[in-house]
């Protein structure tokens, strides 16, 4: 099938890092430095260079027979499942290409002087606009989890209750597992056999109380300026220091969940319902705001939920109601799978070594810095590699010669 072809700057997106910065977990990168997904009822794959984005989809051979197990697909998505006619309108709406980056970047960065010392290293991210299942079933994963295991475990849901959607060479694609199709009591015990630990339960349960809901109860906790795709946006309301009433509710609703703490619930409001004032505070983002924003001294000790919310009302103050897409910035520039494209300077305090040579007394100078490089390891969890980053000693070094008196 041929590719289709959008007109995208690296600046506007770079797949390569929005696809695994930890927004979404299923994306795979195959050769050609092609990313594929079961999205939305198709196998949809993503390419790009320098000037255009190129994206192509494939349909299950029978898009009319039900899928295995029935109903698989979220009520998000069932209305984008018809043919390849709407496959623009995905990748339009799913990589949120609306919004001005470069002028998103420009008014984050003239508000933070931090935000602009890091970003310009970092461009061309954007916020998914993912379905708000799915996000809530991979953050639900993430919890004392990393990147490559939470993609294992998405990918072992999908594989043992999803839909299958076609394949890539062997490479067999499956889609997302409806709420409903988690619901069987059998579910947690399987799960937990298939390494999923505690997060069993709480995937278990959480399914059981989301499909006991009105269908399609998630969408309604949707930013309404960020709508499903195929509807229109509205005004979201007033926005406060601790964001609009709309993203206060649907956090509220989501702690109700199994599972779902603040951090979970900010992480499904910010990528999976279109809040962009949520502002999810981990341990990286808990660094951050200790190394760079003067946090973690005084009553901010510790990261308490007072904290926590002192953390989101802050960035808030700062970016609007964008929060959580700058935040992501710089959590994405803060994790080891991209810490190669920042030189830390660590001593600028220059050293000198005498030295004699031929009667020649020569002084060589040193300045000294960390060169961060990108290494692959494996993990030890099945085959998955974790890009990692050594760090080098790297010196310059200037020669003056003097020569001894006589």
Known sequence: ???????????????????????????????????????????????QDSTHLYYRATFPESIGAPPTPPSSAPPSTT?????????????????????????????????????????????GIRILRQDAWEALVGFICSSNNNIARISQMMEKLCVHYGPMIGHIDAQPFYDMPSPAAL??????????????????????????MVAQKQEGWLD????????????EPANAGEMHPGGREGYRRAHEELLALQG??????????????????????DTH???IAQRDYKFGKGKHRSLTKATYDAIGNHFRSLWGKEAGWAHSVLFTADLRAFSAKLLMETDLKEESIKKEEDGTTVLESFTKFELATEGR??????????????VEDVASSKRIKRRKRT
Not at 7 to 29: A, H, M, N, Y
Not at 267 to 277: D, N, P, R, S, Y
Request: hydrophobic letters at 35%; charged letters at 25%; proline letters at 5%.
């Open 1 to 47: 099938m041929n590719w289709s072809k959008l007109p995208v700057s690296l600046s506007e997106l770079c797949i390569d890092t929005t696809l695994r910065c930890g927004q979404s977990f299923r994306w795979k990168r195959s050769d050609g430095n092609v990313w594929s997904c079961a999205l939305h009822g198709r196998l949809l794959s993503l390419r």
């Open 79 to 123: 209305g984008a499942l018809a043919d390849e006619k709407d496959t623009a309108a995905l990748v339009q709406h799913y990589l949120n290409l609306s919004p001005d980056l470069t002028d998103l970047y420009e008014q984050w960065s003239t508000a933070d002087l931090n935000f602009k010392k890091k970003a310009p290293k970092f461009t």
């Open 183 to 208: 619901t069987n009591p059998e579910v947690e015990a399987h799960l937990r056999q298939l390494g999923f630990g505690y997060r069993a339960k709480y995937l278990y349960q959480t399914a059981v």
């Open 220 to 231: 309604t906790l949707r930013n309404p300026e960020s709508p499903i795709l195929g509807r």
């Open 260 to 281: 779902v703490g603040p951090k979970v619930a900010d992480c499904v409001c910010l990528m999976g319902l279109g809040w962009g004032e949520a502002v999810p505070v």
């Open 285 to 287: 983002v808990w660094q």
């Open 377 to 390: 390891v494996k993990r030890e969890l099945g085959d998955s590699v974790e890009t990692t980053v050594k």
